[in-house]
């Protein structure tokens, strides 16, 4: 038997086959999956790209899974860990429009109908949960919630203290130069004026959400040296804000992010140490990444022209197809098992021939909210397996998400 029959041989042995996508199916199929998650607090689950509808359902599932047969307490999204605080008031059972606070969070990428039917499941699976799960924002992005409730907290207390911050309400990385790093130092005062005044418990959080905008909105996005960069601080802050959730003994937790963000390694060539590597290094085997990849389809993205793109430009779709390449991940996965799986990386015995491919430079596919115009479908992330991820979930072919 050649080694790649070995490799593949191994991957339809330990795909674990879904009984579709479609959430409300039930959790029995992803049963097997609980010797694997056997002492995890923290699980990433990551995907390829951030406009594809299939991805959405694979996780939602996940999720179902997760809460309802694990006792996870919490979902973790890539989202403004500000405006996040409408959507949980929603799922706990509040009053708020949810498609009005999913675009709240300031992220095309979750104001869609797959979003909106999570945020649903969460708000009535909370109606008669012993412990309801929780909707949190970890990115210190769009901070503008957290301004307006300081400024109601502080009222007269702290004149002028909030205003040098003004300008975080309307910054977006990546679009126009850094402010003045005086911005970072600014909204420090508020933190520590914060510390000897009496104010309600939520208003420490909002001082370090600002605080942490403050930071990345003063970082350059390239920088010769790749510690004063704005991915650098970003994935830190994500993790960092995982752990507070994690300050509960009791908490679990599932945080949705791109598989950039949850995988154990460094993205954007390696310079940046992922969010899921800083969880790795924190809590060792307590945590697992859970790469989402996908053979062929459709994804929403913005585009990208002459290097850069217009925020104020809707979203298109884009297509890929299948590429055979033996070096490319998804490629050997579409061949474990016609339809979608999960596979273990972690756990089992393991042929040598299986050893030797998990640890070779191997490349999948990778896109964010931008995509290039002509060259995407070259697009590809290099990877390791058994350094980068602890699970891979595989969806044949996808679909556009669908805008709300």
């Given at each position: ?80 860990a500000s405006a996040s605080r409408a959507v949980d ?18 992220f095309w990428t979750l104001h869609t109908a797959e ?94 959400i600002v605080r942490q905008s403050a930071d990345l ?188």
């Open positions: 038997m050649t080694t790649e029959d070995e490799v593949a041989e191994w991957l339809k042995a330990r795909a674990i086959p879904l009984n579709g996508l479609e959430p409300g199916a039930g959790t029995a199929d992803l049963a097997p999956l609980r010797v694997a998650l056997d002492g995890v607090r923290v699980v990433g689950l990551g995907e390829a790209t951030h406009g594809s509808r299939e991805f959405f359902l694979i996780r939602h599932r996940l999720l179902e899974f997760l809460v309802e047969e694990l006792g996870f307490t919490t979902l973790a999204v890539e989202a403004s008031d929603y799922v706990q059972g509040g009053s708020g429009d949810p498609v009005e606070a999913l675009a709240g969070l300031g979003m909106l039917a999570v945020v649903e499941w969460l708000r009535d699976h909370n109606r008669t949960a012993a412990r309801k799960v929780r909707f949190v924002g970890i990115d210190p992005q769009h901070p503008a919630a957290s301004l307006h409730a300081l400024r109601t907290h502080l009222g007269d207390d702290a004149p002028g203290l909030l205003d040098p911050l003004a300008p975080l309400a309307g910054k977006r990385l990546g679009v126009g130069p850094p402010l003045d790093r005086r911005i970072e130092a600014d909204a420090r005062r508020v933190e520590d004026f914060l510390t000897g005044v009496s104010t309600p418990d939520e208003a420490p959080a909002h001082a370090r909105a003063s970082r350059p996005l390239r920088h010769p040296d790749p510690a004063q960069t704005v991915s650098v601080a970003r994935d830190r802050y994500l993790a960092d804000n995982v752990d507070l959730l994690l300050a509960d003994p009791d908490a679990r937790v599932a945080v949705w992010a791109h598989n950039g963000h949850i995988m154990k390694g460094g993205h954007s060539g390696g310079s940046v140490t992922a969010m899921g590597r800083h969880l790795r290094q924190r809590h060792g085997e307590a945590y697992y990444a859970l790469g989402v990849l996908f053979g062929a389809g459709r994804f929403r993205a913005r585009r990208r022209r002459f290097g850069k793109a217009d925020p104020a430009t809707p979203p298109v779709t884009f297509r890929v197809p299948l590429v055979r390449r033996p070096t490319i991940v998804e490629a050997r996965l579409a061949t474990a098992h016609p339809g979608e799986h999960v596979i273990d990386l972690r756990s089992g015995p393991r042929p040598e021939a299986v050893t030797r491919w998990l640890g070779e430079p191997l490349h999948m596919r990778s896109y964010g909210a931008v995509a290039r115009r002509f060259t995407y479908k070259l697009n590809h992330m290099p990877t390791v397996l058994a350094e980068h991820f602890d699970g891979i979930a595989f969806v044949p072919e996808t679909t556009a998400s669908t805008p709300l």
